[in-house]
């Protein structure tokens, strides 16, 4: 198996060259490139297209949530995980709403980072675990299921009913399988529901759709 690429994109050489430098040495895992700042990196996206884009968030000229929204857009392909010292709740939502597929602070271990490097690569997404909390809490705290009394939803959408409540159980952070239990139907349609209700709403994975049920007042 080839090894994944990666393109590591922060301000400060110290950082970004230590990042660089802990990567390279890891196996399955192969740097291609750097970039100081959210312009340079999508720039760099489009010459390389790494596999992978460690992206930091707050950088000058571009920052890294805006850099991600255009990369996403211009290069579908790739993958954009954040890798910052911050967890603020603003970030994270916005990070994950511009399309990145991760969030994780930089204190994590190199052969960790590696990992959820390649993991990513494969379409298996992770949080660092206190941004998954955050994020839990703001989409309601918790797999509470959603009141039978819900208002109606007003936002303009072509889903239907069934897809809706799925949604709407993505929203509250529960499983596949606690949404196939709940529904009664099997896990394999409600993949299948997924799949349609990310390919309908535009969206790129179920965080994307939790948080999207969160502003859209579905949980």
């Known amino acids: 198996m080839s090894d994944v690429t990666v393109l590591v994109v922060d301000d400060q050489r110290l950082v970004r060259e230590g ?3 802990l990567l390279d040495i890891q196996e399955g895992v192969r740097v291609v490139g750097q970039a100081t700042n959210g312009q340079e990196a ?10 992978i884009i460690l992206m930091d968030v707050r950088m000058p000229v571009m920052d890294g949530i805006v850099a991600t929204a255009q990369i996403c857009r211009r ?6 995980i954040m890798l910052t010292t911050f967890d603020d709740d603003e970030y994270i939502v916005k990070s994950l709403r511009a399309g990145a597929v ?7 271990p190199a052969s960790q980072l590696a990992q959820a490097v390649q993991l990513a690569h494969a379409g298996i997404y992770q ?8 994020l839990v809490g703001m989409l309601g705290g918790g797999r509470s299921e959603p009141s039978p009394a819900a208002p109606p939803v ?20 529960a499983t596949n399988r606690e949404i196939a239990d709940k529904l009664v139907v099997s896990e394999g349609t409600v993949k299948n529901h997924v799949s349609s209700i990310l390919s309908r709403l535009g969206l790129r994975d179920r965080t994307q759709a939790a948080v999207y049920a969160h502003e859209h007042g579905l949980t």
Request: charged fraction near 25%.
């Open 19 to 21: 990042i660089a430098s």
């Open 42 to 51: 999508v720039e760099k996206t489009l010459a390389l297209s790494p596999d």
């Open 75 to 80: 290069m579908p392909g790739c993958q954009v």
């Open 102 to 108: 991760g969030y994780l602070l930089k204190d994590i």
């Open 127 to 134: 949080l660092e675990p206190s941004v998954a909390g955050k």
């Open 154 to 173: 007003s936002f303009e959408h072509d889903l239907t009913g069934r897809e809706l409540e799925v949604l709407r159980l993505i929203g509250t952070g």
